[in-house]
């Protein structure tokens, strides 16, 4: 059974910072690109950071310089330090896997609230 946890959501001010965690189960983690969405309340899903197996890495334009993501292939975990957050990064934050084939897998999210 594969589950995704989120953890490390909360509230925040402008200009803070946190720390996403993503614990992986049931998958060959190393194998998997592992990413970050977010979802901000009436918008669609969108794409925070990805993170390949070999350790490439890809960022939406809006948190480039800002957000860092990283894998820990020993400890099947994923994480996502975000620094400078601002008002627009409120979302709820889902931690993603995608294995080579094509198999694809999502967490419940963690909430993020970033108060200015």
């Known amino acids: 059974q594969v589950q995704l946890v989120e953890s490390g959501g909360g509230l925040v001010q402008a200009g803070g910072s946190l720390r996403l965690s993503c614990a992986a189960s049931g998958i060959i983690f190393s194998r998997n690109t592992m990413g970050w969405y977010r979802q901000a309340p009436g918008k669609q899903r969108e794409l925070v950071a990805t993170i390949t197996s070999a350790g490439f890495t890809n960022y939406a334009e809006s948190v480039k310089g800002r957000f860092a993501i990283s894998r820990d292939n020993y400890k099947n975990m994923v994480s996502l330090q975000m620094n400078s957050l601002e008002p627009e990064d409120t979302a709820v934050y889902y931690c993603?896997?995608?294995?080579?084939?094509?198999?694809?897998?999502w967490g419940e999210g963690t909430l993020v609230t970033v108060s200015s």
């Open positions: 993603n896997s995608r294995s080579p084939y094509g198999m694809e897998y």
